[in-house]
């Protein structure tokens, strides 16, 4: 069963690190990655997209994370037309953003990747997203960290946030976003840290890692058919 | 009439993947695997887990270990949660699991091949 490592973080000014970082994914085994470039972005069109894929034999995906101040900066910024299909996710702890982002439907993920904006999830974001069809990720990467009392609240934080998505059966992706190479972990060891540690089980896990990220993927290819006018209305035969 | 059955073992075998020049003897990944358990499952899981450490081959990079079938989930998030050994940075990755020692033998003779 093929998982997903919903998000690989690349520095776009240093491509020993990005190469250092594919390497040790293969090692592991993963074989579909979902990266986040990070840097100057004003080339990231078809050259970078084909010069990073040029370093893995892994199936990459694309995203990018918006942090917008307010409001009106979360507005011009989704008005970015995107020509390449890209995962467009969301991170801030303002709840208004959150709420704002969570009712566009060009928003396919609304990010809660550190333990302080882990905080600021409340049940309305989750169930505005459930509507949407868009996704609350929650990172593992604040689980690395070695303070043994910083890393038992990060889990506790975890665990909190956790079953508050799965309770209002809200939209659950979990990724590791870890920032260090030799954090990597192949998702099927997450799955049982998320399994032992946090309180979900197999079943859930596997649904975080798999099947809703290729639904994730599925809705944003989506977005970028021609065909396809809305959520269930597509032109079949390409409207001829 | 209840029928007591044996305690089943799982075999797991798992990945060593290192930072440069890897300085290591078997026992200090049996310490940092035991202490792994003790930081975040305690003596409740500890003592129910048998571990025992069947093959570690550092030159090929993998690792061979057995515990008890129920705590096979604990033994692979010990491992996936141990960072760095005596200052090395390293990963232990679980790779495959099974039930008898013979297919996961065949298995690594399959991946050498």
Redesign the interface.
Known sequence: MPYFESRLRLNLENFEEIKNKFA?CE???IKNVIVEPVGDLKNNGVELREKIESLTKMHLYYRISLRPRNIDDLKSKLNINNKLPTILSIETPIKEIQIQAAKDSRVDVISFADPKTMKTLTTGVISLSKQNNSYIEISLAS??V?N?AQQSKNFRELYRIIHLVKNLKGNLLISGNFEDS?????P???I??C???LGLS?IEAKQSFNENVKKLIERTLDRYDRNIIEYGIKFIKGGE | MNIVRNERNRYILF?I?H?GYLSLEHSDILKSIWKSIW???GMKEANKIGLWVIEIDLENEFGLIRCAHQTK??I??A???I??INGN???L???KTSGTIKSIKNYIIFKKT
């Open positions: 040790i090692k592991l085994g689980m690395m070695v043994k030799y954090h990597l972990r192949h099927r060891a997450l049982s840290i399994h032992t540690l197999i | 990945k993947i930072e930081r975040f499952f989930e604990i692979i998030t491992l996936s949660l960072t760095e940075k390293i990963i990755s679980p790779v």
